[in-house]
């Protein structure tokens, strides 16, 4: 079965960090670009950040740049998401979604629309004040 799991959501205090795990099974994780993904609460999904499995180059949404940082480990079929200096309007779920090709997945990232072929279930993050 293709699966994507996200997990290592949590309640931080503002300006805490966390990281997101989101670890993939039943395909070829090396062949496949992964995003970061949330959707907080009355509110459409936004893109927050993705990696190209080809040459490991990294997008990032503004709200998110400097702040979180994307990886992945090949080794463990894990991608990573360090989130640093969390805000309260970080708190939302976060999902991992992946698919073979890059495009789809930076122009999905970017808000500009697309199908991806595999999405995790999400895992929440609460940022308190």
């Known amino acids: 079965e293709v699966q994507l799991v996200e997990s290592g959501g949590g309640l931080v205090q503002a300006g805490g960090s966390l990281r997101l795990s989101c670890a993939a099974s039943g395909f070829t994780f090396d062949d496949y670009a992964i995003g970061w993904f949330r959707q907080a609460p009355g509110k459409e999904r936004e893109g927050i950040s993705c990696?190209?499995?080809?040459?490991?180059?990294?997008y990032y949404a503004d709200s998110v740049k400097g702040r979180f940082t994307i990886s992945k480990d090949n080794a463990k079929n894990t991608v990573y998401l360090q989130m640093n200096s969390l805000k309260p309007e970080d708190t939302a779920v976060y999902f991992c979604a992946g698919d073979p090709d890059w495009i789809p997945l930076l122009r999905t990232t970017r808000n500009e629309g697309g199908y991806l072929e595999v999405w995790g279930q999400g895992t929440l993050v609460t940022v308190s004040s």
């Open positions: 990696i190209n499995n080809s040459d490991g180059s990294t």
